[in-house]
């Protein structure tokens, strides 16, 4: 079975401080991608990556920066927290041609409080 | 852009009762989308439950079904009868074949009772 793990499971954050997020896979996936997700809304990507050093904008990517050194890891960074970052995030990967056609493996998940 | 519609936040059903998650989707693509059910259980990331890629088709995936209606652009997700063990949180998604993106629905907590 393809895993995706994600650390840490949970973080609490200060305004302004630096987070960063992680996720490994050991899929041999092309596709990475990370989403948030808000109590009442569906998840919204916010990067993803379909090769290594390389990444892309999603639909929400304001205060994010993404990093992809190898296949196997993506990073999500938050250089100044804020309030409105408070959220779980998630990472995903897939094959292909991406999730819109494949499968998506997901990670546990990220519980995010910024304070 | 493309939307998916879950108009229920939580479900509430009872132990060998039938289920219904209701779900619409719009989309400014001229190709029809690929459509997916992802279940998150309690501590676990989200998985596939099911996906229809082929309008007027059904999937299912341990017990569960939903048939792409292209004409009332409904994905329902139905159980004839439900066990504790489906307690979680379903997903419905909508993917773009043309493209590499997947838009969530809201999500819909399931409860059953015993």
């Known amino acids: 079975e393809a895993a995706v793990t994600q650390s840490p499971r949970s973080k609490v954050a200060v305004t302004g401080g630096k987070v960063t997020l992680s996720c490994h896979q050991t899929?041999?996936?092309?596709?990475m991608y990370w989403y948030r997700q808000d109590t009442g809304h569906g998840l919204r990507l916010i990067h993803y990556?379909?090769?290594?050093?390389?990444?892309e904008k999603g639909d929400i990517p304001d205060g994010y920066k993404a990093s992809r050194p190898s296949q196997e890891n993506f990073s999500l960074i938050l250089e100044l927290a804020s309030l409105s970052q408070t959220a779980v995030y998630f990472c995903?990967?897939?094959?292909?041609?991406?999730?819109?056609?494949?499968?998506?493996?997901f990670g546990h998940g990220t519980k995010l409080s910024v304070l | 852009g493309d939307s998916v519609t879950q108009t229920e936040g939580q479900v509430t059903v009872s132990e060998s009762k039938s289920l219904i998650i209701n779900c619409t989707y719009s989309t400014t693509s001229i190709a029809y989308p690929n459509l997916f059910w992802y279940v998150r259980y309690p501590g676990e990331g989200l998985q596939l439950l099911l996906k229809v890629i082929t309008a007027g088709q059904k999937g299912s995936s341990r017990g569960f079904e939903a048939t792409y209606n292209k004409e009332t652009t409904s994905f329902h997700l139905q159980k004839a009868s439900v066990q504790e063990s489906d307690s979680a949180v379903y997903y419905c998604a909508l993917g773009d074949p043309g493209g590499y993106k997947v838009v969530f629905g809201s999500g819909t907590r399931l409860l059953v009772s015993p």
């Open positions: 899929n041999n996936h092309d596709y």
């Open positions: 990556s379909y090769v290594a050093d390389s990444t």
């Open positions: 995903a990967s897939s094959d292909g041609t991406g999730g819109a056609n494949e499968r998506l493996f």
